[in-house]
């Protein structure tokens, strides 16, 4: 009990300091519309097998401000992630001019769906190696970029300013962030490499930011807690948003976790920040068991389950903080769901989320929330 209140204790004089956070972040010109009219959704997936059909780029346009394409959307139309998604931000734009289009562009892994592979390939001096020697690649089958080396850098920066300058996009998804800075790096590389490639990923962050220019989006991933890292709005320097990708996922699901999450979510929307909360409906994309269920027993499971993730959301969003919610990344893992709760009655908070122990409760204008993390219990209460 001893611990559980100063665990609390913490816990308020943290919120007491996201009150007395300034906002740090004023241009916002070039952020999406918020509103709060209703649950504030945005999109992120892709779908490889072509361009969206019309129908499903008029639902995309006309449902979310936001969208993030994902690596390999339409490669099997177009060939490359470039091409295809640059199609797919010109097509959005038609049903909805003013909607903003991320470009996911990975900036640790190489993943072989673009264009800028085939440059990569082509130097091996680029190639991240380990102490011994042998290259350092994820499960051993993909190649990490060297960010320590200025010519990666610029070679990366290079794509992403194509993306936004020549391109339709408006702003990059830097993914990875947590893979580069992990401690545990320091074994593959060495004490001196991992320090070099920690100041090559501030690097490449204000590289890109100096080269797509100020009134560009950059999103990276982001805000993670789990029993062994606390990972926070860590780079907030040339950014303008943060994805909070794991809640109640992937090491990240005891009740500490959690809360801790919703705290960082909370702290980094005080600061003005955008903020993209990945919910996930108990179930990912790498659970076969879950996976070889028909589609529709999926969606039934999805539909039955948002509503902790969602009330999770809530206790923490502040102004342009945006819900995501599906089982993975492609548009057949439930991208294009839509659900009831979506459309109900939001309004503006009325107040800051309320801790008692693991209960969180917070008022909107149309509706509250109630949230017991030890249990995974969650309502949301639409206001007569």
Known sequence: MKKLNLYILSICLCIMGCQASPVVQDNTSKYPAFSWDKIPVCFHFAKRSSLLTEKEAAFVASHADLICLEKGHGVNQFGYTEDAIEQEAIQLKKYNPNI???????TFLDYPLYRAHEVYEQHPEWWLKTLSGELDKKQGKIKRYDLSNSEVRTWWADVAEKAVKEGSCDGIFMDAFGQVSAPSNKVLWGEEKYKDIQAGLLDII???REKIGNDKLIVYNGIRTTRERKIGDDF??????VMLEH?????SDSKECMLNDILELMKAGKNGRIIIFKGWPGFTWLDKEYMELPLKKKRELAAGNIIFPLASFLAGAQENSYFNYSWGYQMEDGALEWYPEFDLPLGKPLNDAKIDGWIITRDFEHLSIWLNLETKEAKIIPHP
Request: aromatic residues 34%; without cysteine.
């Open 236 to 241: 907030k320097d040339y950014t303008d948003a």
């Open 100 to 106: 903003k289009v991320i470009f996911y562009w990975n």
């Open 247 to 251: 809640y109640g996922q992937f090491y």
């Open 206 to 208: 204000r590289e890109t």
